[in-house]
């Protein structure tokens, strides 16, 4: 790991910035292995910068883009001022992305309604306030599921403002509304005709054909492309009175005015209601047999993405750059490292490499995409590249251990529409709210119910795969232990509630195991097994009696562990499993940090892997970028765990494929690992989150566990008031130590920009 000055690393980098300026060619290349219209890579366009993170069209957003990205351009949403000024603000009205409506009262004479292309618009204008005014307000966040820690410190900037970030061509002008200002006399014509007299603009796009036409022959012998930029199908454009669906139909008139056309990404995936993708159209293909460049629109990785993409924004990318048949020219995006990534990383790479680190096991087989435990979920974390496949043993009323994500049938299956309704248990030693439990039906009964989906991010209205709700058949310990048998897959079985079991139900989960591996053969084979449980005396079970590998599981978020229970899980484990805020603490989807543990787990030779990962952006930092490959990109790289287990073992087989790990020194500079606590920083002092305490240590007492209870087979009439808790005792706090140092992107470079 490097521990370069700040300041060294910022000249390393802007040297960079400098050779690719030199570089940048736009010229055919016929041996490409790009689908484009000239053969050139696609190229990335951050809309606003980087506003999937930072409020649109700010100085950090543009900045964090240009740090980040040696390729890319920007783009800037160009409204004029009442003194003709042009501004970059992604909307017409200020309402939405600035603080005007905090400052302004609501019945000022400039909260107006005008028309705009014949419907009307409430709100604060461009048009009516001077340059000077817009001083006095700052950018904000304008979609909400998005961090607002970073409102109301940044101000609005003109065209020339980004523009003077720049250092090779790359700026993009999108005017979205013309004729509007001509209402207003204020005329974006002469606006553009003026700013690339003074500066370099690559692109001026716009849904008015009208301007364009205006345009083109100033433009005709410029390096600026000219982009008509298509809107929904059945808006109208406002100069021509046809919808932009009729429009589509002939491009050899929008070739008259454009050398690119701009679209929504549904023109090219059209994406039914239901979120399921259907079959591509031809209109990249029919574009370029017309000599147009095709820019796509409307990619964010927060965004309504389709189901057939499992959450993995990058598979979205690449089905628009790297699908056999064409690709786009250039991606517009609100998270500009994500498109990048794709392109740089992952186009055009084969899954079935040879990436071996980290070590992919499964949760519940691949339960983000097939209900959990299932056939079909252990069949895809196989055909996904999952190194090691889950069962969590549960037992059933007749003593067959089952897979099942959990004891309580509720949380994944059907069971609850069904006649075993009338089973419901309150059981207070396994939760306090009732449930249909595994151990209260027979197998049989069992394999009578449908498995259901697991929904984590249900809350926020993120589901997983529909379609397969109530799809495939549980398996038995057996029936999974017969399917990993003889693949190329080790398999985990993971062991909780044992002491419950065999004190209230008699039922001896470790024999059941123990019986089901040897009668599997897996007690002869050189197939690796591994024994997950967070009860240490489970493991130590398993270390008397056979030679599996065993993991020893901790639950809770961690900020350390001392020296004697580590000694301790040294005597019963191989590897440990933590969660990912014991290795990278958050405070609201924030890092604030990072623990030394996974080396200091490391130095004891324990290995480490971390639970559990999902796709789903709601469960990666800001500071991963909303993205799953970051997520686990900073764990592997930043981190060094040894292994992760995740519910989508398809993104961890691509990520650990990609071109850019095997590119050492070259790799794209967003490949670093982030600095801890960088984005923080950068946020309103005003809006940080409350610090919060910091997560416990782990000590010899939370790992010490008293012994299973030896099974004799429970003749008592209750099954219940005779559970002693394990001794648990209150874990010591004090201030979070942090000794591992990243190598900084995003946070150290903005920090001292901002610093000087
Ligand atoms: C053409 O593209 C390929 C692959 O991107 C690249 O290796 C090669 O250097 C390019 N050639 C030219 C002349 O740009
Ligand atoms: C404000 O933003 C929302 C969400 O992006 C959008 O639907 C709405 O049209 C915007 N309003 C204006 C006046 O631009
Ligand atoms: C103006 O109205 C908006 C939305 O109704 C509200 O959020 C804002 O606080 C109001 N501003 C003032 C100064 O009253
Ligand atoms: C635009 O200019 C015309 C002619 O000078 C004038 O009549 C009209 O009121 C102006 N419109 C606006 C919105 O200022
Ligand atoms: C525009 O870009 C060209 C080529 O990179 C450069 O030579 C020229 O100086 C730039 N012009 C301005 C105004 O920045
Ligand atoms: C578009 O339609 C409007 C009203 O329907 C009409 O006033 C206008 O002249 C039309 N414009 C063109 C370019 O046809
Ligand atoms: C398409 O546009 C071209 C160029 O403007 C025009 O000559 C042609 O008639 C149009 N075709 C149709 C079917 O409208
Ligand atoms: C998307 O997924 C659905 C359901 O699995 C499938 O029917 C459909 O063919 C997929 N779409 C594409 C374009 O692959
Ligand atoms: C479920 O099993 C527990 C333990 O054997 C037992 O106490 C309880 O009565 C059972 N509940 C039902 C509804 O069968
Ligand atoms: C059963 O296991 C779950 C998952 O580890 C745990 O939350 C619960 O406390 C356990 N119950 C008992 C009685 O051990
Ligand atoms: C594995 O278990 C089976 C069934 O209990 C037994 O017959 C066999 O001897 C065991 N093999 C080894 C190597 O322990
Ligand atoms: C870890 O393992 C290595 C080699 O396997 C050994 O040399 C070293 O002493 C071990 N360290 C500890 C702390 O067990």
Redesign the pocket.
């Known amino acids: 790991m490097t521990t370069s000055h700040p300041l060294f690393l910022l000249f390393v980098l802007h040297s960079a910035v400098l050779v690719a300026a030199q570089s940048y060619r736009a010229s055919k290349n016929t041996t490409s292995p790009w689908q484009t219209l000239h053969g050139n890579a696609p190229l990335v366009i951050a809309k606003g910068g980087f506003s999937g993170i930072f409020p649109d069209s700010s100085i950090d957003a543009y900045e964090s883009t240009l740090l980040l990205l040696s390729n890319v351009i920007l783009w800037c949403d160009v409204q004029l001022t009442k003194d003709g000024a042009g501004i970059c603000f992604p909307y017409l009205n200020l309402d939405n992305s600035s603080d005007i409506t905090f400052y302004i009262p609501n019945d000022s004479k400039n909260n107006r309604i005008y028309y705009v292309n014949g419907q009307p618009m409430q709100g604060h204008f461009s048009?009516d306030f001077t340059l000077n005014d817009l001083k006095n307000f700052f950018l904000v966040q304008g979609i909400f599921s998005r961090s607002n820690v970073f409102d109301h410190i940044l101000g609005i900037l003109t065209v020339e403002d980004v523009a003077k970030q720049l250092k090779k061509p790359g700026l993009w002008l999108n005017v979205q509304y013309d004729a509007f200002f001509k209402?207003?006399?204020l005329s974006m014509r002469s606006f553009v005709l003026s700013v690339s007299r003074r500066v370099n603009v690559s692109y001026i796009s716009s849904p008015e054909v009208a301007f364009l036409k205006s345009i083109t022959t100033q433009f005709k012998r410029s390096t600026t492309k000219l982009v008509f930029r298509f809107l929904r199908a059945d808006d109208i454009e406002p100069t021509t009175n046809q919808t932009y669906g009729s429009i589509l139909k002939n491009l050899t008139f929008v070739k008259t005015f454009a050398s690119a056309i701009l679209i929504p990404k549904n023109y090219i995936w059209p994406v039914r209601t239901d979120l399921y993708l259907q079959p591509h159209t031809s209109v990249v293909l029919n574009a370029h047999g017309e000599g147009l460049e095709v820019f796509a629109s409307d990619f964010a990785n927060d965004g309504l993405i389709s189901y057939n993409y499992s959450y993995d924004p990058v598979k979205e990318y690449l089905s628009f750059i790297d699908n056999g048949k064409f690709s786009v020219d250039g991606i517009l995006s609100d998270f500009p490292v994500t498109a990048s990534e794709a392109i740089d990383c992952f186009a055009h790479v084969s899954t079935n490499s040879s990436g071996k680190v980290p070590l992919i096991i499964s949760y519940n087989g691949a339960s983000g995409i097939y209900p959990g435990s299932t056939d079909i979920a252990y069949m895809q974390a196989f055909d996904d590249g999952a190194d090691v496949i889950d069962c969590a043993v549960q037992m059933t009323q007749d003593g067959v251990p089952i897979c099942l994500g959990s004891i309580n049938l509720m949380d994944n299956t059907n069971v609850i529409q069904t006649n075993f309704l009338s089973r419901l248990t309150t059981i207070q030693q396994i939760q306090p709210n009732p449930g249909i439990f595994t151990f209260n039906l027979t197998w049989d009964e069992i394999k009578t119910l449908k498995p259901s989906i697991a929904n984590p991010f249900i809350g926020s209205y993120l589901y997983r795969n529909p379609a397969y709700k109530y799809t495939g058949n549980i398996f038995s310990l057996e029936d999974f232990l017969a399917f990993a048998k003889g693949k190329p897959l080790s398999v985990l079985i993971s062991i909780e509630n044992a002491t419950y079991l065999a004190k209230s139900l008699g039922l001896s989960i470790t024999d059941a195991v123990i019986d089901a591996l040897n009668h599997s053969g897996y007690n002869q084979t050189k197939q690796k097994v591994m024994i997950q449980s967070s009860n240490s005396s489970v493991l130590i079970k398993f270390k008397e009696k056979t030679n599996y590998q065993l993991v020893y599981k901790v639950d809770e978020d961690i900020r350390d562990a001392d020296d004697s229970s580590i000694m301790d899980i040294k005597q019963f484990a191989h590897s440990v499993a933590i969660t990912k805020n014991s290795v990278f603490p958050t405070n609201k989807l924030f890092l604030t940090g990072a623990t030394n543990i996974v080396s200091k787990l490391h130095s004891s030779n324990l290995t480490v892997y971390v639970h559990v990962f999902h796709n789903e952006y709601l469960s990666q930092a800001w500071d991963f970028w909303s993205d799953p490959n970051f997520e686990i990109n900073n764990f592997v790289m930043g981190a060094r765990i040894d292994g992760i287990i995740t519910d989508f073992p398809g993104t961890a087989n691509a990520y650990r494929n990609n071109r850019c790990l095997k590119m050492g020194n070259r790799k794209p500079r967003y490949m670093n690992p982030v600095l801890p606590n960088g984005l923080l920083s950068l946020g309103n002092p005003a809006l940080l989150p409350s610090v919060e305490a910091p997560n416990p240590v782990l000590t010899e007492s939370d790992v010490a566990e008293p012994p299973l209870p030896s099974v004799t087979k429970n003749t008592s009439t209750s099954g219940s008031g005779t559970f002693a808790s394990p001794p648990t005792s209150p874990k010591s706090s004090g201030q979070t130590e942090s000794t591992t140092y990243l190598l900084s992107s995003l946070g150290i470079l903005l920090t001292s920009l901002l610093l000087f």
């Open positions: 048009v209402q207003h006399n």
